[in-house]
């Protein structure tokens, strides 16, 4: 902890250098997830702030401010003098007060190994007209914590949930704390009722009538020495107070049962309020804990919960193409509700990749992604890949699954910005962007692009000196193409060489043993034996031929 606190401090002193506020043009953020992202309550600007980034290596983070022009799609680095100290996991609120404010509280720094962590429970508010940050004491706030939810209702900011890591335990929280705009005060809630249980990365909305919102979210709980199991959870809550929003007004939490198709179990969603009293829940992943392991699955879809009507839906696209594969989902999770087992089942959007783990006889693990298409929906799929591959032709795009985005929403339309997904051990950032017009629900547009597999990678194994030096690296921006594996294929442009009508195991390997040797050395590194990555070559061709014939 003190360490965390001597980065911390080092980095504000460099911070403190800075005297003059600079704003200059700046190709896009580096790839990052739980930073904030922010509509300008006066301008049709996006404000980014903050994130993290991780390179196999070591752990990044940020508390830069970039500012998204939607007019010109253009991007500006906004330095400000004393600026929060870096951080993620934080919440951003904007308030119209005074040409508007961005209110930033909490989050989490860590160690640049990743396994030590220091949880803010400062208060911040950014003036947006004057572009000035400034640090708000107030006593009696919530403790230190990432993972909460914070949402501007009426004069207050209302924070719930959240957690707290230490090097030998954790603690989620599920309290309420509200703080008042106008006497910048704190004052901790005690709501009547059965309220929601302690959770972080929940969805916290606002009603029309300043009632509170609570759906989801993620918790562990230790079930025995080292052993740690996770709940995600899909209950949803209302809070509301009696009177007129003062603070010694009675607050109290209500079940709420809402109709409709809700989403399927899932944690890292990402959040933001629609127009006509729709807050809605995007992308995500369904984690299956293994003792061991874990494998996700990532999702790209769109909820709506309409406030109003206490109802989920679905968003689908009215777009030209691949709509059917939508709706037929859409009415899958209808008819099966939202049992984990089902929802394994369904096939995620675009191609279906399949990871597989393949075991050679010494004992050698390795991962092969494969992208398969089912017999009924082949053409469907097939589309898909060439619309993955070249939006440019005004076929349909999509932001690939992700969890942990950022999302914003201006005039009715809805924002994505990076995020994150894993094939096997790796772990890809993102820096794209992408839009869609929530009235229309037509399609995708794709503001910025990302190839994923040009990001940089580094083993654990690989030597400490080729690690970045904390302050030039920025996140590892994507200067160096990494090895070609084939694992890192999100799109799935690549496919292994296909298995020929009637041919024989021994053919096949026989004609594709190179690619299948260099695909395993690619994977294993040079320092492997020979002998070793042959075994493994042979291992990847056999569980590909047996799965394809």
């Known amino acids: 902890q003190e360490d965390l606190e001597a980065l911390i401090a080092e980095f504000q002193n460099l911070d403190a250098k800075k005297t003059q506020v600079i704003e200059s043009s700046c190709p896009p953020p580096s790839p990052r997830l739980n930073g904030s992202l922010s509509a300008h309550p006066e301008k049709d600007e996006l404000i980014l702030f903050g994130g993290e980034y991780f390179n196999g290596q070591k752990t990044y983070l940020y508390n830069e401010l970039y500012v998204y022009n939607i007019r010109k799609n253009s991007w500006s680095k906004v330095e400000i003098p004393n600026p929060p100290p870096r951080r993620c996991a934080h919440q951003a609120a904007v308030v119209p007060t005074a040409g508007g404010q961005l209110w ?3 989050g989490e720094f860590a160690s640049p190994n990743g396994e030590q962590f220091y949880h803010y429970k400062d208060l911040w508010v950014l ?3 004057t572009k000035t940050w400034e640090q708000i004491k107030a006593s009696g706030g919530p403790s230190g914590r990432s993972g909460h939810r914070m949402v501007a209702c009426k004069r207050q900011l209302i924070i719930f949930g959240g957690f707290h890591e230490s090097a030998r335990d954790y603690i989620y929280y599920n309290d309420v704390y509200a703080f008042n705009l106008d006497s910048f005060t704190w004052s901790k809630l005690a709501p009547s ?11 916290m909305a606002t009603t029309p009538e300043g009632g509170i919102i609570i759906y989801g979210g993620y918790s562990k709980q230790r079930i025995k020495k080292d052993v740690d199991k996770g709940t995600l959870h899909t209950d949803m809550f209302l809070l509301k107070t ?3 929003g003062r603070e010694e007004d009675k607050w109290a939490w209500s079940r709420l049962n809402p109709s409709g198709v809700k989403p399927t179990p ?16 995007f992308g995500g992943v369904h984690d299956e804990e293994e003792e061991e392991s874990i494998e996700g699955d990532f999702f790209n879809d ?10 989920w839906f679905p968003g689908q696209l009215k777009g030209p193409k691949s709509e059917k594969r939508k709706r037929r989902r859409g009415r899958h999770g209808e008819a099966e509700g939202a049992g984990d087992e089902e929802m394994e089942k369904q096939p995620p959007q675009g191609p279906v990749e399949i990871v597989k783990e393949v075991v ?24 898909s890949e060439e619309d993955e591959e070249d939006g440019a032709l005004g076929q349909q795009v999509e932001p690939c699954p992700r969890s942990n985005a950022m999302l914003a929403v201006k005039h009715g339309v809805l924002y994505v910005y990076g995020g994150m997904f894993e094939v096997g051990d790796r772990q890809f950032t993102l820096s794209d962007l992408y839009s869609i017009d929530l009235h229309k629900m037509e399609e995708w547009k794709v503001l910025v692009e990302m190839d994923p597999k040009a990001q940089e990678w580094l083993e654990e194994s690989e030597s400490d000196e080729e690690e970045d030096d904390m302050e030039g690296a920025e996140g590892g921006e994507e200067e160096e193409e990494s090895s070609e594996e084939e694992s890192e294929d999100e799109g799935g442009e690549e496919q292994h060489p296909s298995v020929q009508p009637d041919e024989k195991h021994a053919d096949y390997l026989s004609r594709t043993e190179q690619y299948w040797i260099k695909l395993a050395r690619s994977n294993m590194g040079p320092d492997a034996k ?4 042959v075994k493994v070559a042979h291992a990847m061709a056999k569980t590909f031929y047996e799965d394809s014939v």
């Open 530 to 533: 020979e002998k070793k990555v």
């Open 193 to 203: 009722g059965i309220g929601p249980a302690p959770r972080s990365g929940c969805q």
């Open 266 to 281: 899932r944690s890292g969603f990402s959040v933001a309020i629609g127009s006509n009293n729709r807050s809605l829940l």
């Open 104 to 106: 930033v509280f909490g």
């Open 360 to 383: 050679a006889e010494d004992g050698t693990v390795m991962t092969i992604k494969q992208v398969i298409s089912g017999p009924a929906e082949e053409k469907e799929r097939s589309e």
């Open 127 to 129: 003036h947006l007209a």
């Open 302 to 311: 769109i909820y709506f919960y309409d406030i109003r009507k206490n109802r």
């Open 242 to 244: 009696e009177g007129a």
